[in-house]
């Protein structure tokens, strides 16, 4: 019976321990009690429970309005994410948890709001113009609860303008804006104006309640006093780099535009910059340069010029002939040189000439040539010079013409015994050169094409070898012919041959002589007497 008895008491402890070891059913809202978030941001509120293997959930407002968010049920915990936070859902919310059919618990959280999202923003209208009146404008963007916000208006430390808003009956977020009018002073220029926003809300802990925005008064102004600058002058030599600085006074900083007077008085734009450089001044480079200051605020525009004179030695760009460098015979003929310097250069246009006589000569840019003959063919140079040295261009004329003082030479003579050796060569001007071809005239009196060279040689001559050669030059602006008549005397004999011929001949010469004086004689006396008889003769003179 005690044994049975032990027994008993040994299981009611143990059944006591197991419901002491239980845990209670418990609940909690993270976070707690109270939370203060921001407009526009994310929130999440948590209900967990503890000590409940099967908990149910629920959500609702104090004041059952709308949650103004989404509800997610878990296990052991629910959660109720607003995104974003607005104004619907400044509330108190009640969490209800049910454990079972009888045990039930709740608990509520207070969602305290605001929006101060921004520093303040501001504007100075119209455009700061030195010595007339200005608006400063402040704007708090998106501010709630307005009705705690304080703005200060402040130059540098001296505070312009002070407002609160705590009349205003605001129930969302709002831009709130302030604004001051006043005439600043020219030792107002540059110094800051400061706007302060504050939303001091005494029992809500967040951060920043105070922001603040500055901006410097800037006084639009200019163009003015506008001057160019020249390095390392107005008159660099040629080939020196040259930079041209626009420098003016101007707020806001203006547009710069660079122009240049051209020779035919039109206007070359140059570049968008207040620097204008030259890496390697040329000649042409000049000329009248024009800075151009914009300023797009006070729409003012102011100009400066300068004018740059490139220095330097004769530069010839151009040495030319018109028509042609190639021209016919009788044209009118022009060679041209131009050249660039300064100061100006002397220009000497003439032929070269090795002789004294230098030929056509010009002073000038412009060589005149009326009716070009063959002789005015050659090289011309254009010479430049002047103070810092002098410069040469050369230039070649060619005339062409047809063939002309066409001579034939004949060696040794145009006339020649038998055997000889005959040669003929043909000579002639022309441009382009002559074809020079030789023909003979036939019996017939027609012209045979016999020989294309300038020499013609015959060798071992003949009978049939005698008559009219005709040399004939061509090319395509004519030709011209000349002729000669070749003579065979007879045959060339050997030297040895002709002595004995010689002797002979002398001797029958000096009989032959007196002979014929005789006869003469007779035959002028028979004339006299009316008859003649050479007995008598000879017996009368004898």
Known sequence: MLKQMGRTSQAVLIILYGLMTVKAFEMEIIPANRIVAQIGETLILTCNTTGCASPSFSWRTQMDNPLGGTVNNHR???TLTMNPVSVVNSHAYLCTVFCGEKEKKEKS???????????????????????????????????????????????????????????????????????????????DIGKEITCVAKLPISNMDFEPKERVTSQKLNANFGPQNTIITASPGNSPMEGDPLKLTCVTESNPPPQIVWRKHLADESIQH???????????????????????????????????????VIQGAPNIPKLS????????EGKNVSVQCSAESNPPPKIILRRKSDSADMGPYSEGRILLLPSVTFLNGGDYECVAENKFGKSKSEITLNVEYGPKNTMISVIPATAVKEGETVTMKCTSSGNPAPVISWKKKKATGESEKI???ATLTIQSIKRQDLGLYECEAYNQFGKEEKAVKLLVQGRLEKTD??????????????????????????????????????????????
């Open 76 to 78: 052991t915990y629910s």
């Open 109 to 187: 959280i207070k969602v305290e709001l605001y929006s101060f999202p921004s520093d303040p923003i501001i504007e100075i209208s119209p455009s700061l113009v030195a010595g007339e009146p200005v608006t400063v404008t402040c704007k708090i963007p998106d501010v709630y609860p307005s009705d705690h916000l304080e703005v200060i208006l402040k130059k540098e430390e001296h505070v312009l303008h002070e407002e609160n808003f705590y009349e205003d009956d605001s129930t969302n977020t709002e831009t709130k804006t302030v604004t001051y009018s006043f005439n600043p002073t020219a030792e």
């Open 270 to 308: 140059l570049i968008e910059n207040n620097v204008l450089s030259i890496p390697h001044a040329r000649f042409t480079d000049s000329g009248l340069y024009i800075c151009e200051v914009i300023n797009l605020v006070t729409n003012k525009t102011e100009k400066a010029t300068v004018d740059i």
């Open 321 to 328: 002939i018109e028509p042609s460098t190639t021209v016919q």
């Open 451 to 453: 020989f294309k060279d």
């Open 497 to 542: 041959q002709m002595i004995p011929l010689i002797i002979a001949f002398s001797c029958v010469a000096a009989i032959a002589v007196p002979v014929v004086a005789i006869l003469i004689y007779v035959s002028r006396k028979a004339k006299i007497n009316g008859s003649y008889s050479l007995v008598k003769a000879l017996r009368l003179k004898v």
